[in-house]
């Protein structure tokens, strides 16, 4: 049998390429969405505890703030 033999390996090989291939592009696509996520958590993180220190700050300044 050649290589354009029916029932080759090739014609299996073409069978499973779409496959493989659609499978590739969701990988890449759903390793972006996790990673953006990843990300915009660790950045609304860092946004919150920023937050918490001001907020924390000020009321430091304000119980040690002396009173009239």
């Known amino acids: ?6 029932g080759g ?3 299996g090989l073409w069978a499973i390429v779409p496959t493989i ?3 590739l592009v969701f ?3 759903m390793r972006a969405i996790l990673r953006a996520d990843r990300t915009e958590r660790e950045a609304q993180a860092r946004i919150e505890a920023e937050e918490d220190a001001k907020l924390l700050a ?3 300044a304000a119980r040690d703030a002396p009173r009239a």
Do not use: Q, R, T
């Not at 049998?1 to 029916?6: E, Y």
């Open 27 to 29: 990988w890449f696509v």
């Open 58 to 60: 000020e009321a430091d």
């Open 1 to 6: 049998m050649g290589l354009g033999a029916i």
């Open 9 to 11: 390996w090739d014609e």
């Open 21 to 23: 291939c659609v499978s």
